[in-house]
């Protein structure tokens, strides 16, 4: 195995200087890097790039991947309609590096800097080039330089802090970097792994108030770690109403599974709720993926139970397309959140398992419309070595309409309504 090239020590204070020199100031959103404004020079093809460069991203989040040829020879044709648009540079160079092909990635990844040399994902991710290729001293100067271009980028603060943690772990300075917080989060999971459940949970809890108590600046910079504590407790809570069966066959105890199994999903999607008022990208595509996939569960489970046996054979036909119906519109709402979750994550450039699973849930079911996923690198969240790659940059389209439109989601206590009805 290749070594690694070491970070000369020298550097060591002055990264430890940037690392902790705080986030006062910067803003509280987390959408990783603020994207550049698409260029265009007067001798351009006239398109919209910024439209362009949408549809592309929809493209590529509806297939996951499936296609990324596809992808790749559209960004290339807005690079030539467009060549001065930094972010379809950045974006091709992302898709040649999760086609593990790092040459061309760095090609693409230099040009856009070449055009915006404020892009600081585009250091983040030579950064992580450098990684690859064992030379830690280079992957230093990329992450301090996205740190310098953009303060307040989480990405480049984790990566930095990632790699800097073996020499950092001996300095006077180190218990600023491994606050209460990180230890309690960190506590929390071992437990969890444990087996120790209850102790985990308290934990988490505990890691919650402590965020709580922390100044605006301190919340900001922990926000992840907050995000985190909170979506382990409505995991608990999810795979708890996951694990409830409606298999009763008479009609009060049937009646009693349904509404058990339903506050406990619903339980479950407050849950993650929480986690969503975090705002923090990663956490909310995986929390907006469980909040669909609670409502599917219950569909399935729902669909699958028994029809009372009190019922006559006419009744039995009438509640049986009942209790489809009804299935169906719960089923509905799980779609709705799997399409949510994947647009945020288009928007926050995230690729993770909870995107495929999403885009896979939809594939499954409408496979008429969605083709088959594919299982992508990890951007926008740690990869296993603990760094983070950034995702795709995406501008959506500004069409001046209103696009909150109506909730066509089933609320839950509606449901849960008309599930009593259907029963009594």
Known sequence: MMPRR??????????????????????????????????????????????????????LYDTHGSDLESVKARLKTLTRHAPSFAQA????????????????????????????????????NLG??????????????????????????????ENLTTLLTPLLSTHKNAP?????????????????????????LTTFRHALDVYDALDDDQQRRHLELAAHAAWMLAEDAHERALAMKID?????????????????????????????????????????????????????SFRRSAVPAQLSEEQHVIYRRMLED????????????????????????IISAFTYNAAFARYELDPTTHVKPRALPFAGQPRSDGFTLHGFLALPPDTGEDESGEDESEDIDEIEAQIRRLLS
């Open 326 to 349: 009804r299935a169906a519109q719960i089923t509905e709402h799980a779609y709705n959140a799997f399409t949510t979750a994947l647009q945020t994550a288009q928007n926050t450039g």
């Open 128 to 157: 992580i080039l450098a990684i690859d290729a064992r030379n830690d001293g280079q992957a230093q100067r990329h992450f301090e330089t996205a740190l310098q271009r953009s303060p307040a980028n989480p990405i480049a603060r």
């Open 248 to 300: 009763a066959t008479q009609g009060d105890a049937l009646t009693a599974q349904t509404r058990e199994k339903m506050a406990a999903h619903q339980e479950a999607i407050v849950r993650f709720e929480h986690v969503l008022s975090f705002n923090h990208p990663q956490w909310t595509v995986a929390a907006l993926v469980r909040i669909g996939e609670g409502p599917r569960d219950f569909s399935e």
């Open 176 to 200: 600023h970097l491994r606050p209460r917080l990180v230890r309690l989060v960190e506590k929390g999971g071992a437990q969890w792994t444990l087996g120790k459940r209850d102790a985990a």
């Open 6 to 59: 070491l970070i000369p020590p020298c550097t060591l204070a002055a990264s430890l200087a940037l690392l902790l020199s705080g986030c006062a100031g910067t803003s509280p959103s987390l959408i990783t890097t603020e994207p550049p404004a698409p260029h265009e020079s007067p001798h351009e093809d006239s398109i919209d790039a910024t439209a362009e460069l949408h549809d592309i991203l929809t493209f």
């Open 89 to 124: 540079h950045f974006n091709l160079g992302l898709v040649a590096h999760i086609s593990a092909e790092p040459d061309q990635a760095r090609d693409h990844y230099t040009r856009a800097l070449a055009l915006d040399p404020k892009l600081a994902a585009a250091h983040i």
